[in-house]
């Protein structure tokens, strides 16, 4: 049952402190989605890539946050540094392209910084 | 305005109700047409893509209208299982090969015993 992975899913942390979280897609699929949620807004679009590269990311505050696709297995979503109004679950999605839009969603990490 | 627009309840039914949400977007070119379900503490799920000619699977049935704007789903029969908070998804024609989704904040549904 291929199903997409994130690590970690639950992070604490300081204010100030680096977060990266991963994520791997399920295999064959060329596009990922990184999103948040939070209770006031919903799913937020972060980032996108499709084939690796990057299409969008203009939900993402570019000072702070990073996102890298450095191989097909792997996506990481980088936060440097950490505020407290970045509490969320962060969620990794991938899907393909070569059929219809259905996107799956890896369980997500649950991100508190303090 | 935002591009998609749902009410986010709390429905809260008996068990055995009839329920039914509506959500309304605001691109008129939108192409595809979701419903997801996400429970408590966990990621979304797809739950049925709407067709422009309606589709139903068991006990769902979800419908578009295009000329209003508005996407519909319709649950018969509803189990305690059918709690969970319910996301309207489209996605832009202009999308292309960017299958970016426009999200719903969702409906909150409750069934209750």
């Known amino acids: 049952d291929a199903r997409v992975t994130q690590t970690p899913r639950h992070k604490v942390t300081e204010m100030g402190q680096e977060v990266t979280m991963r994520c791997q897609p399920i295999l064959g699929h060329n596009t990922v989605f990184w999103y948040r949620q939070t209770m006031m807004q919903g799913l937020e679009l972060l980032a996108y890539f499709r084939n690796r590269a990057p299409l969008d990311d203009s939900g993402m505050p570019k000072d702070r946050f990073s996102a890298e696709m450095p191989d097909a297995t792997l996506a990481t979503l980088k936060i440097q540094p950490s505020e407290p109004r970045d509490s969320a679950v962060y969620f990794c999605?991938?899907?393909?392209?070569?059929?219809?839009?259905?996107?799956?969603f890896g369980p997500g990490t649950r991100l508190t910084v303090l | 305005r935002k591009e998609v627009e749902q009410d986010p309840g709390p429905f809260n039914v008996p068990e055995g109700a009839t329920v039914a949400f509506n959500c309304t977007y605001s691109?008129?070119?939108?192409?595809?047409f979701f419903w997801y379900r996400q429970d408590c503490r966990k990621e979304p799920k797809l739950l049925m893509s709407?067709?422009?000619?309606?589709n139903e699977d068991g006990r769902f049935t979800a419908q578009l209208n295009r000329a209003s704007q508005y996407i519909s789903l319709l649950i018969r029969d509803s189990k305690l299982s059918d709690s969970a908070t319910y996301l309207c998804?489209?996605?832009?024609?202009?999308?292309?090969?960017?299958?970016?989704?426009?999200w719903g904040l969702g409906t909150s549904l409750a069934v209750n015993p």
């Open positions: 999605a991938s899907g393909s392209d070569r059929g219809s839009d259905t996107q799956y």
């Open positions: 998804v489209v996605t832009p024609l202009n999308a292309g090969n960017n299958r970016k989704l426009i």
């Open positions: 709407v067709y422009s000619s309606g």
């Open positions: 691109n008129s070119a939108s192409q595809s």
